[in-house]
């Protein structure tokens, strides 16, 4: 079966362990999900319906290949990693199971335009009586040699709204009956945000 599912952020509770402590989890609604296509190495997989007045007749068309009479709302791959899977199957959260390790994808909140300190953390400038440079950046690149300011050089500019892994993350609980995944601790995105959770192969870069 595929390694992953896509699906949608609900927010964030706790869960209690057997012994008490508080756990704090992320709700996520994923899948299911129907086998769209089914490559040497990857399957496409489609989660929720597109209007129709809104879905074009290639994505109509790709989705009646698979046996759905809708076009699926968003199409992702995920790799097979050797498993066998069916065209126009369904993927649910069984896939997953208590203590897996998994990776969430998703588009992180947009802050709009943001200077260094909010961007990237900076100092900052002394905050002393007369100082006018609290929150600028200070020198961006010398004058002489280069001469120009560096590819990458962090800067004020648009802040978040990109495409963000969080990896590492434990699946806590598996409601099957409700399509529901309970990840320990926060992934990217807002509330109702569309996810991929996909399993983690190996440890993560927090082991």
């Given at each position: ?11 964030m ?16 609604e ?90 990237y ?87």
């Amino acid at each position: 079966m595929a390694s992953g599912l896509i699906g949608r952020k609900l927010g964030m509770t706790r869960v209690f362990a057997e012994d008490g402590t508080a756990v704090p989890v992320t709700v996520i609604e994923a899948g299911p999900c129907h086998v769209l296509q089914v490559r040497e190495a990857a399957a496409q997989l489609g989660w929720g319906r597109k209007t129709p007045a809104r879905a074009t007749r290639a994505e109509v068309g790709h989705a009646r290949a698979a046996g759905l009479d809708f076009a699926p709302q968003v199409v992702r791959s995920f790799p097979l990693n050797g498993a066998d899977v069916t065209l126009g199957a369904t993927v649910t959260v069984e896939i997953f199971a208590a203590g897996d390790l998994v990776k969430v994808t998703g588009t992180t909140k947009g802050r709009g335009f943001q200077g260094v300190v909010h961007r990237y953390g900076f100092h900052g400038g002394p905050a002393t009586h007369g100082n006018t440079r609290h929150r600028k950046p200070g020198s961006i690149s010398p004058g002489t040699d280069p001469s120009r300011v560096i590819k990458g050089k962090k800067m004020p500019g648009h802040m978040g709204a990109e495409r963000h892994t969080e990896l590492g993350l434990t699946v806590v609980k598996v409601d099957a009956a409700r399509n529901l995944l309970f990840v320990r601790g926060a992934i990217p995105g807002s509330r109702n945000g569309i996810v991929t959770v996909a399993k983690q192969g190996g440890k993560s870069r927090h082991d």
